[in-house]
């Protein structure tokens, strides 16, 4: 009777161990569920976050676009916050008065000089070349990139253009490329006896550089280097 008992009371201990270890195990795989449906709910928040200030970027990227292309100063100066110092905005000009206007402005331009200037300010800042980069490459496929880029070449130039669009965290770049064609065949010399598609020539490179706080751009840079 004795013997009969302790088998009993071995096997209910092993069913209520047995039972104990389902329940453990059960608990488990439900917590585990539930924090990787959690950690999936939040992947995709960020993830819709992150397609959301990208495609509010590309909007003011098309806005930017839009007001570049209308030629209209006024609204064009408005990208602009006057004064501008010329360490940040690389201006420049060759005409007296301008010069002029700028050392008694402390070495900055106003919103009025930019206007009395306009002509000779957006041929120095690559105006007509922005209005190209926005004109050949498609904004949109900046929702799945980082980088577009776009080359214009012409095989009977001697330079040809290339244009990129970067985004780098919250830094947007905008740059343009004045390039050599090694193809091309010169035809004539220059005043200073050089090739037509001689690098001293052809080959320069601009940027616009913007700041995205992700709501809107801001214009924090103009330079360019040969």
Not at 53 to 60: G, H, N, S
Not at 129 to 150: A, E, V
Request: hydrophobic share 35%.
């Amino acid at each position: 009777m004795r013997l009969y008992q302790k088998q009993k009371f071995i096997r209910n201990t092993i069913i209520i161990l047995a039972t104990i270890v389902a329940l453990i195990s059960c608990f488990n795989s439900v917590k585990a569920k539930t924090l990787c449906d959690n950690n999936i709910t939040h992947q995709q928040s960020d993830t819709t976050k992150n397609t959301s200030k990208r495609q509010i970027l590309i909007a003011e990227l098309k806005k930017l676009g839009q007001t570049i292309s209308s030629g209209d100063k006024e609204i064009i100066a408005d990208l602009f916050e006057f004064p501008l110092s010329r360490n940040s905005y690389e201006i420049y000009i060759n005409d007296k008065t301008y010069m002029e206007q700028i050392k008694s402005n402390d070495n900055k331009i106003t919103r009025v000089m930019f206007l009395q200037h306009y002509k000779e300010i957006i041929e120095s800042i690559w105006l007509d070349q922005l209005n190209n980069l926005f004109h050949n490459i498609n904004i949109d496929s900046l929702l799945y990139k980082d980088t577009l880029g776009y080359e214009a070449y012409i095989k009977t130039k001697p330079c040809f253009y290339s244009y990129q669009i970067e985004v780098i965290n919250d830094t947007i770049s905008l740059r343009m490329n004045s390039n050599s064609n090694q193809d091309y065949q010169t035809k004539e010399i220059s005043e200073y006896d050089i090739p037509e598609n001689s690098s001293e020539i052809c080959e320069h490179n601009f940027w616009w550089i913007f700041k995205f706080n992700g709501y809107k751009l801001k214009l924090i840079n103009i330079y360019g280097a040969d």
